[in-house]
């Protein structure tokens, strides 16, 4: 079984093979380690399409490294962020293709995992702009509540209310427009996290170093000769 001979391992190891039904990949086994730092359940994943798995830009980045692995063959290294049961983690992950005896293609793959994915300065300039505008749209809301506080208590001479009801005007158009400001921050914001991708990530130093990725790596390959490599998940 391939979950018992991955399990052999405390670093995540998963292994993915391109289904000849639908030319996707989709899981066939993850061992206890990654089962634990991703929150994720060996059966509820196996054979699903990954959409099913991930958010969709996600899945469709997952499957086009996993078909790049195949076509190159030589292993794939790459840092990747992923939406997973526990909340949004950062990844170095590794992949290796293996072509068993039967024609199929597999991955098999190790990630290490960041211990937090930094702000970006984007990100900086964001809050940056949230606190601007909403300090400058409280300024005039106070300015707002004078004049109609002033207006309740009957301070304003009746000859004036014309351009009071003016600057009271410009006073609502200020803060509409800083309110526009915020929305489109907030929009863009919202488009660049979804649309972020692996090098956007840091804090290498909890992360495992390549030599012992390798190391696990290598002696995972060697359990894939050609009496083995067949074994179903």
Known sequence: MLR???DRFDLPIFVAQRSEMSGEFEFLALNLACERQTGVAMQDIVLKPLERIFPRAQAKRIQSRYALCVEQA????????????CG??????????????????????????????YRDALDIAAFQDVRYYSSFSGWK??????VLDAYDQG?????????TMQALSGLCRSVASSMQHLRSTADDRLRTSAERTFDQIGDTDTAQSPSEVEKAMSAIMDMFDPSQVNVKA
């Open 4 to 6: 018992n001979q991955i």
């Open 74 to 85: 030589p292993p794939l290294r790459y840092r990747e962020t992923l939406d997973l049961p």
């Open 88 to 117: 949004r983690l950062a990844w170095e992950t590794t992949l290796h293709h293996v072509l068993t005896n039967n024609g199929e293609h597999r991955v098999v793959g190790s990630a290490t995992r960041f211990s937090k994915v």
């Open 141 to 146: 809301l106070d300015q707002i509540i004078q």
């Open 155 to 163: 301070a304003i001479p009746n000859a004036q209310l014309s351009a």
